[in-house]
């Protein structure tokens, strides 16, 4: 089991910036791909970005690609997500997630409780 802690959530005028983390414990952490997903009022869950378990590899949604930096530290066992430029199409819930490299929320296996981000315009 792998347990996952999202925070850094807030509330952030558009064009500001908010850096969610993801804290792991459990299982070793650096055998997992890691990802993050975010789901709006009345919408599905949908990819934000995914990194690979050594940090090489990453992949981001269109959507947020050049605005958005996830990133890594195996040794703290934790996971980050750098947002800049936000709009009030980033609002909703961001949840971290852990398992398999891919941009489908079916391959990972743990994912934390959430954590709430609502860009004001």
């Known amino acids: 089991q792998v347990q996952l802690v999202e925070s850094g959530g807030g509330l952030v005028q558009a064009g500001g910036s908010l850096r969610l983390s993801c804290a792991a414990s459990?299982?070793?952490?650096?055998?997992?791909?890691m990802g993050w997903f975010r789901q709006a009022p009345g919408k599905d869950r949908e990819f934000v970005a995914a990194i690979s378990w050594g940090g090489i590899t990453t992949n981001y949604a269109d959507s947020v690609r050049g605005r958005v930096t996830i990133s890594r530290d195996n040794a703290k066992n934790m996971v980050y997500l750098q947002m800049n430029s936000l709009n009030s199409e980033d609002t909703g819930v961001y949840y971290c997630?852990?398992?398999?490299?891919?941009?489908?929320?079916?391959?990972?296996?743990?994912w934390g409780q959430g954590t709430q981000v609502t860009v004001s315009s």
């Open positions: 459990g299982r070793t952490f650096s055998n997992y791909a």
């Open positions: 997630a852990g398992g398999r490299y891919g941009s489908i929320y079916t391959v990972y296996d743990y």
